[in-house]
Every structure is written in C-alpha cells, then in structure tokens.
C-alpha cells in the first residue's frame, strides 16, 4: 500500500544562509521535501551539500534563514530535538559506536523511536516491536549479523548499509542520507537504493539523498536540487536537470551522458 | 543464548556463595575490615565505571561525594539524632544533589578541561572539610558516630558488616549493569565514542552527562555514608586526592567498562599494600611502574584480558566445530 504524498511539505528550508569566514557554503537556500518524496541534493565536490545536511539536522547553526519542521520552527532547536521530532541521518563516513557492539547502536535507533525516558527505559521492558522491522530491513540489506558482534568489525560497505537501517529503525519522518554509495560495489548500491525505495514509498519517509552517482540520483530521485559554490543552480525534475545548460557545465559536463 | 545467560548466573552465584562462605572463616579482625573497606570503595569505584567506562568522562570528584555522603549521615545521625538508616538516605540524596549542581557547571567543560576542573572540586572540597568545623569537626574529624541499626539487621561487628557489605555492593552492581543495557547505558556510550552520533540520535548529551554524574554522586554517597558507620570515625584525611587515585586504579585494573572488572580491582588495589607491606618504601614506586605497564599491555584492565582469552577460546571451538563439520582435521 502507498502512502498518498500529502501536498504540505514535511521540511521546508527558506532562504538558507551560512559562511565559514570567507567560504560561502549556502546562500539563499529554499527548497521542500514532502513525505514520499525522495530528493536528490547534488553539486561538484565543496559545493555545502554536506554543510546544508549539517544545519538540517543542527550540527552547524545558520547565519540566516528559516528551517521548518511540519509545523515547527527548528531554526534554532538543537540537533537532539530535531532528531526526536523525526530527523534522521546518515554521515559521508559511518558514525558509530566503535567500542560497542551491533546490538547497542541498533537499538540507539529504536530508543529514538520510542523515545522513553532514562527511567522508564531502566523499569520498564525493552518492547520486541522493532525485531519485525529489523529482520525486514537486514533482508533487504542483503546481509546478516549477530547481535554481539563488534562494530569495528564490519567491513566499510556493510557500515554505510548498517547506518541507513540504524536511520530507518528510528522511524523518522524525514531521512537525510549523506553519499551512500561511496565505497560500495554494485551489489551493495542495489541493496541501499532498496532500502531507500522502501522509506519513501512504504514508511512515507522523505528522503534527501546526497550522491556523486549519477545514475542511481537519476533513476531514483522525483526532484533534485543542485548546488554549486553554496548556491542552487537548478532545481527540478531529472530529466529538466540533465538538460539544463549551467548544471551540465558545472558538474554534468564531466562526461555524464543522458542517453545511457 | 538463555543458555549463556544461565551458565553466566550460575558461575556468579557459585562465587557469591563462595565468597560468603570462605572469607568470613579465613579472615581475622583486622583483615576482614581490609575486605570491607574494598567493598566500600567497590561501591564508590562503580560511579567512576558510569562515568569513565561506559560515558568516557575522565572524573576525579567521586571522593568528594563520598565525602559529603559520610559527612551529612554522620552530623545527622550524631547531632540530630536521626535513625541511622534515615540518615544514610539523606547521605545519598544530599551528594546527588551536590553532584547534580556541581554537574551542570563542570559539565560544561568538555574531556581533559572536565577533567582538571573535577580535580580542582577535590581540592576545594578537602580543604573545606580540613577547615569548616561545624560541619566535619576540622581536623580532628568526627569520632563516634551512631552504630548503623537497620531493624531487621543490625551489623555488630565487621563480619556482619561484610555480609551487608556483600548485599549493598551486588545491588550496585546490579543496577549498573542494568544501566548499561538501557537507554541511558546506550546513550552513555553514544556520547562517550561520538558526540555527532549522539547528538543526530536523538541523545541530550549534556543531560546526559549530569545524570550518568548524579548517579556516580549517589553511589559515592552511599559509599561514604556506610564507612561513616562503620568506622565510627571519619576525617577529612579520608577524602583526599589519594583516594580518588585509587579508586582510578581500581576501575583501570578491573576494567573500565566492566562491572565484575571494578569488583577484582577493587579488591586487588585495597589488598596490595597489606601484601606488599614488606616493601612499604617501595610501594608508589611499584604502583607506578605498574600503572604504566597496565596501560601498554591491558588497556582495558583484567576484564579486557579475561574477555580477550574467551574469545579466543570460542573461535577456537568454532574452527574445531567447523573442521569437524566438514569431515577433516589439521
Ligand atoms: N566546519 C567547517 N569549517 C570551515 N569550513 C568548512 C567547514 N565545513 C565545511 N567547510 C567548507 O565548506 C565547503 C563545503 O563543504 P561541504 O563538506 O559541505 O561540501 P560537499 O558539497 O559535501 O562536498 P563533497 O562532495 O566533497 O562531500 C568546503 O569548502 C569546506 O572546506
Ligand atoms: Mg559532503
């Protein structure tokens, strides 16, 4: 069953802003993202995809602008509430507990999802909901673990894999994924597009996903948003965003073809 | 799985029994309160385990709370005559509270700046109890303090503090451990190896820190309020910087991260110097060197290395499993 795409947008940026000195990493930035939606956010490499994830998600503070939340103002709410309204994300290189085993960073995600209290969390039973969820995901994600295995211990790829399912286990709202394919081979994109497909056309989670393949944000994406030197270039549907003349001479003109 | 949990249980009760039954009979007056007084620090080191094994917060502050745990059941018991097993919940609850204070300024501080300025607490807080006499009586200290009378079970003497002793610590241990498989264990250990993990999971990593702090300032609390009945005298000799070194020992030896770990370290750090009596001219020097031994080869303590032999052993069974499973041995 789809989830009907409601028309008020989930997150809303509005005349984004930020410098680092003398870098410019967004200006006047404005863009949607509704749930179901899966938004390709794309731009040569130093372009502020990465910044523009880290003031979603209130790692880095904005210089100006506005970032709504369904009907909430974030613009100034610190990174662990907006992940407790439904933020998730991902990071360019896995974030994870390095001294702790699989099972504790899953559940990370599910305590997110559950959002109980220390206490409650400390009285009370770990309810088993997410284990359906869980076998569902790794199914997709092409790959088994056992609970007391070491992070540290997964190869680079299954890491990438592993953060997505620990995002999606929180049960966000919206799902801001930060270069997935990067250091994974064919089969393993296959598994991280479907596991993306299934946040945005099963769960109704809006999806932006940033990524240099082109390929995989062109196949995917219902809109893209094109960023270079922190501003948008183009915005819209692929097939407007392959044709357009300054995305192709600032980034496509690399020698993508459309015809493939 | 349950099987495991079972075989773990088990293994632990034999001990607990063993203990129970064993040190009581080989112990003479003075050595079983060498045993009660490990238990005690035991208690005050399962903090320092909360805070540095599973938040990796470098404290130095839990024999300041301790301090004020001892100190506060003490003039309560002692002056306004309160029943001592009230006293010692007042104990508790008045060194979390301090601890909690003192949390929300020093936590501000992050790792090493955290760090020192808990050092500095120490400092203060000895000198206040060195000099602010109606409180802890300067320096001659407090001398006899109430007997600890619980109703059902009153300890008159060191054996029967030690089983008391026994009781309190496992119920500590037990609830760091439960601690540690919850959300505030998870979220610990989130802000303990990455802060932008945490942060984007939804951990309050401030509130985080303050409370995994009050709780290492109760159990210190708790610790401090029981040796002030016990002993029946306390000073401010007792809560020095020495102390919260030892505790650091304690925690370093056992394990950082591990319960059972803090236990053994706890026990080996109070009973080395009786062992080493002998060598007593010595004794900074050998803990030094060992220290720097620890962490070059057993970084994460006696745990690690008892952890490091398990698994070797059961990836050996595995590959036995595995070679008999496929019809040839080496
Ligand atoms: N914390 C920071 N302090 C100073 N400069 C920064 C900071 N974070 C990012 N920058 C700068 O901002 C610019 C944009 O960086 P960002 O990581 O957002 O790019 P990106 O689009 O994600 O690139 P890539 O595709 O290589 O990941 C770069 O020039 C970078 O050096
Ligand atoms: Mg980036």
């Avoid at chain 1, 907006?82 to 001294?99: I, S």
């Avoid at chain 2, 009979?25 to 045993?35: L, N, P």
């Avoid at chain 2, 026994?166 to 959300?183: D, F, P, Y």
């Avoid at chain 2, 610790?223 to 070194?245: C, E, P, R, V, W």
Wanted: charged share 15%; aromatic share 10%; proline share 3%.
């Amino acid at each position: 069953m789809a989830i009907q795409s409601e028309n008020r947008p989930v997150l809303s940026l509005q005349g984004v802003c930020k410098a680092f000195g003398g870098i410019i990493v967004a200006e006047d930035i404005s863009f949607d993202v509704s749930s179901c939606e899966m938004m390709g956010l794309i731009g040569p490499n130093g372009a502020g995809k990465t910044s523009l994830l880290n003031m979603i998600s209130g790692i880095y503070s904005m210089d100006k602008g506005r970032i709504m939340f369904g009907d909430v103002d974030v613009s100034k709410a610190p990174a662990h509430k907006r992940a407790r309204l439904g933020l998730a994300r991902t990071f360019q290189a896995p974030r994870f507990l390095q001294r702790s085993n699989i099972r504790d960073n899953l559940l990370l995600g599910t305590d997110l999802a559950d959002q109980y209290t220390f206490f409650q969390s400390f009285i009370g039973k770990k309810s088993k909901d997410f284990e359906e969820e869980l076998s569902e995901l790794m199914e997709i994600a092409g790959f088994t673990f056992d609970w007391d295995d070491l992070i540290a211990a997964f190869p680079y790829g299954r890491l990438k894999i592993l953060e997505i399912v620990r995002a999606m286990l929180s049960k966000p709202r919206i799902l801001l994924i930060d270069e997935p394919a990067a250091g994974l081979n064919d089969i393993e994109i296959g598994h991280a597009v479907a596991l993306l497909k299934l946040a945005t056309e099963k769960r109704g989670m809006g999806v932006v996903l940033i990524e240099h393949k082109m390929d995989m944000v062109m196949n995917n994406c219902h809109n893209i948003v094109v960023l270079n030197f922190g501003k948008v270039i183009a915005k819209g549907q692929p097939e407007m965003i392959s044709k357009n003349k300054d995305v192709i001479e600032a980034y496509l003109g690399r020698g993508y073809d459309v015809a493939n | 799985m349950k099987k495991k949990k079972l075989v773990k249980f088990l293994v632990y009760l034999v001990f607990v029994l063993a203990l129970i039954l064993i040190v009581p009979s080989v112990t003479t007056g003075y050595s079983i309160m060498i045993v009660d007084v490990a238990l005690l620090y035991f208690i005050a080191a399962l903090g320092l385990s909360v805070m540095l094994g599973i938040g990796g917060q470098m404290t130095f502050a839990a024999v300041s709370f301790m301090g004020v745990g001892a100190f506060t059941s003490a003039q309560l018991s002692k002056y306004a005559h309160i029943p001592t097993s009230l006293s010692i919940i007042l104990g508790i609850l008045v060194a979390a509270l301090f601890a909690f204070l003192i949390g929300l300024v020093l936590l501000r501080l992050k790792g090493p700046f955290f760090a020192f300025s808990t050092i500095s607490l120490v400092q203060i807080m000895s000198n206040i109890f060195l000099n602010y006499e109606p409180l802890t009586g300067g320096a001659r200290g407090i001398q006899s303090i109430p007997k600890l009378n619980l109703g059902v079970f009153s300890p008159n003497n060191l054996f029967g503090w030690f089983y008391l002793l026994i009781a309190v610590a496992i119920i500590c241990g037990l609830i760091v451990e439960r601690v540690r498989q919850t959300h505030l264990g998870r979220a610990l250990s989130s802000v303990r190896d990455n802060e932008i993990a945490a942060m984007s999971l939804g951990v309050d990593v401030f509130k985080t820190k303050v409370v995994a702090f009050t709780i290492a300032g109760a159990l210190a609390g708790l610790s401090g309020a029981l040796y002030a009945h016990m002993s029946q005298y306390i000073s401010q000799s007792l809560f020095t910087f020495n102390t919260s070194l030892t505790f650091i020992m304690m925690v370093m030896l056992g394990g950082v991260n591990s319960t059972v770990g803090t236990f053994f370290g706890a026990l080996l750090v109070t009973m080395l110097p009786e062992w080493l009596r002998p060598l007593k001219q010595y004794l900074m020097i050998i803990y030094g060197v060992g220290i720097i031994f620890l962490m070059v080869y057993m970084p994460m303590g006696l745990a690690g290395v008892a952890r490091s032999i398990l698994t070797k052993c059961q990836r050996k069974k595995q590959q036995k499993g595995a070679e008999a499973a496929n019809g040839y041995s080496k």
